[in-house]
């Protein structure tokens, strides 16, 4: 069984530039949760996504940052006119339907801004 | 506001040598409470997840118990492969749509053979 993949694992962006992260949930969950973790400090939670719909996203900065999770194709995360404060590593866990506490995890997008 | 706090930050063991880690929790309400192994450059691996005071759950030379304010990852002569991040999670129980993990900041391991 795969588990829950995410591309690219490194992406250098200058900044100013824009940055998507990508993540596909292990097969047969349908919810998908963006964690990031700064130097030096804990995971923080983002964003909430079921298909199609953000639950919660309580953690997102409100400026710069969205996310998605359309009907086909992996969830999406989006930063635009990246800082030097986005440099992170981006991690996305998915969980099978209504078991949201069971969350597994991919190997993470290590974002730098130069 | 739901926290969860670690200790030690970082802890060095011989081989062999047995130890515990801390995770202190203050929630509105506990739906579960969760540990898992992070190595460097990788995503966080499931470990163990608790749910009501008294419970223990095992693997291997790992063995975690769960009070009402704390729980505790018990390592058992260790060998250096043990040796990585272990991280504490909560999942608080205030809001019924909200699945979101409250994680502390992790206690550095190190084994020396």
């Known amino acids: 069984n795969a588990g829950v993949m995410q591309n690219p694992r490194h992406l250098v962006r200058r900044r100013g530039q824009e940055a998507r992260l990508r993540c596909s949930p292990m097969?047969?969950?349908?919810?998908v949760y963006w964690y990031r973790q700064l130097p030096e400090e804990g995971l923080k939670f983002m964003v909430y996504?079921?298909?199609?719909?953000?639950?919660?996203e309580s953690g997102m900065p409100k400026e710069r940052f969205s996310a998605e999770f359309p009907k086909e194709g992996p969830s999406i995360l989006r930063i635009q006119q990246v800082v030097r404060g986005d440099s992170a590593a981006y991690f996305c866990?998915?969980?099978?339907?209504?078991?949201?506490?069971?969350?597994?995890f991919g190997p993470g997008t290590r974002l730098t801004v130069t | 506001e739901d926290q969860v706090t670690q200790s030690p930050e970082a802890l060095r063991l011989q081989e062999g040598e047995s130890s515990s880690l801390n995770c202190s929790y203050t929630?509105?309400?506990?739906?579960?409470l969760f540990w898992y192994r992070q190595d460097p450059g990788k995503g966080p691996e499931f470990l163990f997840t608790?749910?009501?005071a008294g419970e223990e759950k095992e693997k291997e030379r790992l063995k975690a118990t769960l009070t009402k304010k704390e729980s505790f990852l018990h390592i058992t002569a260790p060998k250096p492969e043990d040796s990585a991040t272990y991280l504490c999670?909560?999942?608080?129980?205030?809001?019924?749509?909200?699945?979101?993990?409250?994680f502390g900041q992790g206690t550095r391991l190190t084994i020396n053979p």
């Open positions: 866990a998915s969980s099978p339907r209504g078991r949201g506490y069971e969350q597994y």
């Open positions: 097969k047969g969950h349908s919810h």
């Open positions: 996504l079921q298909k199609e719909n953000i639950i919660d």
């Open positions: 929630v509105s309400g506990l739906r579960g």
């Open positions: 608790l749910y009501s």
């Open positions: 999670a909560v999942h608080p129980g205030t809001d019924q749509g909200a699945q979101k993990l409250v």
